[in-house]
């Protein structure tokens, strides 16, 4: 039953229509890489930003920053952290640490065919070095998305709170679904952090977590049929004490 559930893609419509809709609306999420270029109203971005506020935080400190952008401020944003990353400038880093050193198993090769189906997807071969590059670069124009977010978080806060931070995240990412929209959370956004600082004017004293596209995602685009498999619940949890 596990395996079987989780072999299945999450959008395939039969597997969803037998979840009740707030499974529906998470189960159907999914990184979106490619957007219609349907605008999204300031007023459906307030909302699922306000639900998503209901996320726990320890002791509701509600660590989130989000800085929301679109028309040219996003555009403008866009075009500078495409040069820098096309003309490979020097200089720029994550500013925090997402992966260890040192990929190790099961990780290491979950995230081996990550990569490699997304590929498979997109037709890029092994070796294709210049296409991998072009598809790294959409992620900074959101993916043609009319809403681009930044998302920050103070320097002083701990570990804990990058974990409420995560949830809140996920709430926005859900919330979006329920609207209909469809997002991609994006660390790729981090790396660029000095030139997002300086356009957006964020603090010092905020660390850009990641960036995430929100809009309407493109049914059309071979991209958007990548569905990374999920391990069954066997894999990860064990159940102590139900017997008997
Ligand atoms: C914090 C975070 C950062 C991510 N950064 C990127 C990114 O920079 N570019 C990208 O294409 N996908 C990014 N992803 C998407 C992951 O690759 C994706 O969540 C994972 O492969 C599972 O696929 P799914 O989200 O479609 O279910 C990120 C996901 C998370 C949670």
Not at 47 to 69: D, K
Not at 173 to 183: C, D, E, F, I, P
Request: charged share 25%; net charge negative.
């Amino acid at each position: 039953m596990d395996t079987e559930i989780s072999k299945i893609m999450a959008n395939d419509e039969k597997y969803l229509a037998t979840l009740n809709p707030v499974d529906r609306a998470i189960a159907s999420r999914f990184s979106a890489r490619a957007f219609l270029k349907t605008p999204v109203e300031q007023s459906e971005i307030e909302h699922l930003l306000e639900v998503a506020g209901w996320a726990p935080s320890g002791t509701n400190m509600q660590p989130w920053q989000v800085y929301v952008t679109s028309g040219v401020v996003q555009k403008n944003l866009s075009d500078a952290i495409c040069k820098a990353f096309f003309s490979g400038e020097k200089g720029h880093d994550r500013g925090w640490k997402y992966y260890p050193d040192e990929f190790f198993e099961p990780y290491k090769g979950r995230r081996r065919a990550c990569g490699i189906g997304l590929y498979q997807t997109l037709g890029i071969g092994k070796g294709e070095t210049e296409k991998m590059k072009q598809q790294r670069a959409r992620n900074y124009k959101f993916f043609d998305a009319p809403v681009g977010m930044i998302i920050t978080i103070h320097q002083d806060l701990e570990v804990g709170s990058w974990m409420d931070l995560g949830m809140f995240l996920q709430n926005v990412m859900v919330s979006a679904r329920g609207q209909g929209l469809h997002t991609c959370p994006q660390a790729a956004f981090s790396d660029y952090h000095k030139i997002i600082r300086s356009h957006l004017n964020i603090p010092d004293d905020e660390i850009v977590v990641c960036g995430m596209s929100l809009g309407y995602g493109d049914p059309d685009a071979v991209v958007n049929s990548f569905r990374p498999e999920r391990e069954p619940v066997s894999s990860y949890a064990r159940f102590i004490g139900f017997e008997g």
